[in-house]
């Protein structure tokens, strides 16, 4: 994965064959991706690379995540429960997401004139970031131990892979993980896990 902000715009994330090539999808919707980088920067958010993409941050907290696709690219807030989206523009990042927090795009022209309501979302977003506030979290299916509770809430690539396993699935994972007696062995495992987990797989299948 890429390490430095400019490689994402110029060559991709740094996760797939197509990295740096012209069938990176960073590629064809460069000129979408550019104006959303533009409309975050704009609003006072820093900008940090994280999971190989561009991540915005205010007060200490992820406010939103850049990401292309081959059929879209789009706008995701970290802490999607909290906002109100008052233009109805926000759509569920994944089928198995609970709360709409991603603004979607297939037309590289068009965050340049949603410049002004994307920038009211990022404010608000901003704004419970400054306020501390942290939508409340259902009590998951399955108990699972805090390293992987931290490790999901810090990449949401993962966290959307892990809840589209089955419960099984999940339970193989919580299982592995609390047979280690220390914090920094759970750790480790779910570093080694993450591959697994975003191609759907569990603890045990190879």
Same mark, same amino acid.
């Given at each position: 994965?890429?390490?430095?902000?400019?490689?994402?715009?110029a060559k991709g994330c740094g996760r797939c064959a197509r990295f740096d090539? #012209?069938?990176?999808?960073?590629?064809?919707?460069? %000129?979408? =991706?550019? %104006?959303?980088?533009?409309?975050?920067?704009?609003?006072? =958010?820093?900008?940090?690379?994280?999971?190989?993409?561009?991540?915005?941050?205010?007060?200490?907290?992820?406010?939103a995540l850049l990401g292309a696709f081959r059929g879209d690219f789009r706008?995701?807030?970290?802490?999607?429960?909290?906002?109100?989206?008052?233009?109805?523009?926000?759509?569920?990042?994944?089928?198995?997401?609970?709360?709409?927090?991603?603004?979607?795009?297939?037309?590289?022209?068009?965050?340049?004139?949603?410049?002004?309501?994307?920038?009211?979302? =990022?404010?608000?977003?901003?704004?419970?970031?400054?306020?501390?506030?942290?939508?409340?979290?259902?009590?998951?299916?399955?108990?699972?131990?805090?390293?992987?509770?931290?490790? =999901?809430?810090?990449?949401?690539?993962?966290?959307?892979?892990?809840?589209?396993?089955?419960?099984?699935?999940?339970?193989?994972?919580?299982?592995?993980?609390? #047979?280690?007696?220390?914090?920094?062995?759970?750790?480790?495992?779910? %570093?080694?896990?993450r591959d697994a987990i975003l191609a759907g797989k569990g603890a045990t299948?190879?």
């Amino acid at each position: 994965m890429i390490a430095e902000i400019e490689d994402y715009f110029a060559k991709g994330c740094g996760r797939c064959a197509r990295f740096d090539t #012209a069938d990176c999808a960073t590629r064809h919707w460069a %000129a979408g =991706l550019a %104006a959303l980088r533009r409309i975050c920067r704009a609003a006072g =958010l820093s900008e940090h690379v994280k999971w190989g993409h561009p991540c915005y941050m205010h007060a200490g907290r992820n406010i939103a995540l850049l990401g292309a696709f081959r059929g879209d690219f789009r706008l995701s807030f970290f802490d999607a429960a909290l906002m109100r989206d008052p233009e109805g523009i926000l759509e569920p990042q994944g089928p198995n997401a609970r709360h709409a927090g991603t603004i979607r795009f297939t037309d590289t022209g068009r965050p340049e004139a949603m410049a002004e309501v994307i920038g009211a979302y =990022l404010r608000e977003a901003m704004g419970h970031a400054e306020a501390g506030r942290r939508a409340p979290k259902p009590a998951p299916e399955t108990e699972l131990p805090e390293e992987l509770v931290e490790a =999901l809430d810090a990449d949401p690539e993962l966290a959307e892979a892990f809840r589209r396993l089955t419960p099984g699935r999940q339970r193989s994972y919580a299982i592995n993980l609390a #047979a280690a007696k220390q914090p920094a062995t759970r750790r480790k495992r779910i %570093a080694r896990f993450r591959d697994a987990i975003l191609a759907g797989k569990g603890a045990t299948e190879r």
